[in-house]
């Protein structure tokens, strides 16, 4: 039987190399992106390889319109076997400028986002017999730059929200797990019109004790592992993907 993925954001960035690589290994697709071009751009390019995907433009802030997307899915897929909770914006500012507003923003679409496309999720899993559900969080979750306190709060909260998740949907047989990314260089991952080459410097690359910055595709191969079969003992982790920047000390 064909497993079927969802994946908000799943336009651009971390998300579409998300998409992509379930796609690869024959997982039928449905993506959630608030850009459009972007969106169908995923979908065209992983039809043109022999895969199945559909997109829809949802902001996952909105209750009503996670709910149809859900249901657009199940009408055209029948099941939901993983969700990767990958959407999330920022608004960084100086903390004592920050309007409210723009914080509020921040955590409805990371994190009420999250927990609302979850809820959805696990209904259907449940009903199915299990399912995996991970969230895409951040190493700001652990540590930050100045002025980032609506996404660093977001992140902390998704990683809160994962073993909360992973306790009470245990029973039902849905794991329930994180990946909190380091510096990821997405700028090739961008809808074509927008991509651009990655150029890093040789301090940027020395800053990670494995020689590089990280890629989207090395967070899509934990989220393919982590949903799948081969982890069926865990839930309620985060595992962090940094390149080891977050174990380094750096004295400036």
Same mark, same amino acid.
Not at 43 to 48: L, P, T, V
Not at 78 to 97: F, H, K, Q, T, Y
Not at 122 to 139: F, K, P
Not at 158 to 179: D, E, K
């Given at each position: 039987?064909?497993?079927?993925?969802?994946?908000?954001?799943?336009?651009? &960035?971390?998300?579409? @190399?998300?998409?992509?690589?379930f796609a690869?290994?024959g997982?039928?697709?449905?993506?959630?992106?608030?850009?459009?071009? %972007? *969106?169908?751009?995923?979908? $065209?390019? #992983?039809?043109?390889? &022999?895969?199945q995907?559909?997109?829809?433009? !949802?902001?996952?802030?909105?209750?009503? %319109? !996670?709910k $149809?997307?859900?249901?657009?899915?199940?009408?055209?897929?029948?099941?939901i076997?993983?969700?990767?909770?990958?959407? *999330?914006?920022?608004?960084?500012?100086p903390?004592?400028?920050?309007?409210?507003?723009?914080?509020?923003?921040?955590?409805?679409?990371?994190? $009420?986002?999250?927990?609302?496309?979850?809820?959805?999720?696990?209904?259907v899993m449940?009903?199915?017999?299990?399912?995996?559900?991970?969230?895409?969080?951040?190493?700001? @979750?652990?540590?930050?730059?100045? /002025?980032?306190?609506?996404?660093?709060?977001?992140?902390? *909260?998704l990683? @809160?929200?994962?073993?909360?998740?992973?306790?009470?949907?245990?029973?039902? *047989?849905?794991?329930?797990? @994180?990946?909190?990314?380091?510096? #990821?260089?997405?700028?090739?991952?961008?809808?074509?019109?927008? %991509?651009?080459?990655?150029?890093?410097?040789?301090? /940027?690359?020395?800053?990670?004790? !494995?020689?590089?910055?990280?890629?989207?595709?090395? #967070?899509?191969e934990?989220?393919?592992?982590?949903?799948?079969?081969?982890?069926?003992?865990?839930?309620?982790?985060?595992?962090?993907?940094? &390149?080891?920047?977050t174990?380094?000390? #750096?004295?400036?």
């Amino acid at each position: 039987m064909n497993r079927v993925v969802m994946i908000t954001g799943g336009g651009q &960035g971390i998300g579409r @190399a998300v998409a992509w690589k379930f796609a690869s290994c024959g997982y039928l697709v449905s993506i959630a992106d608030i850009d459009k071009e %972007a *969106g169908f751009e995923v979908i $065209r390019e #992983i039809r043109q390889i &022999g895969g199945q995907a559909m997109f829809m433009c !949802v902001d996952i802030a909105d209750e009503e %319109a !996670v709910k $149809r997307w859900f249901r657009l899915t199940m009408e055209e897929y029948g099941r939901i076997d993983v969700l990767v909770n990958n959407a *999330g914006i920022s608004r960084n500012a100086p903390m004592m400028e920050l309007s409210a507003d723009d914080f509020d923003r921040v955590i409805a679409v990371n994190l $009420r986002g999250a927990f609302l496309c979850s809820q959805q999720a696990a209904q259907v899993m449940r009903t199915q017999g299990g399912g995996s559900i991970l969230h895409i969080a951040s190493t700001r @979750a652990l540590m930050s730059e100045p /002025d980032t306190e609506a996404y660093s709060a977001s992140k902390g *909260g998704l990683l @809160a929200l994962t073993h909360s998740m992973a306790v009470s949907l245990g029973p039902y *047989g849905i794991r329930v797990n @994180a990946v909190s990314p380091g510096w #990821i260089e997405t700028c090739d991952w961008q809808l074509s019109s927008r %991509a651009t080459l990655p150029q890093h410097s040789e301090r /940027d690359k020395k800053q990670h004790p !494995v020689g590089r910055v990280g890629t989207p595709d090395d #967070i899509a191969e934990a989220c393919l592992y982590l949903t799948g079969p081969h982890s069926g003992f865990i839930t309620g982790q985060n595992l962090i993907i940094d &390149g080891g920047m977050t174990i380094r000390m #750096i004295y400036e």
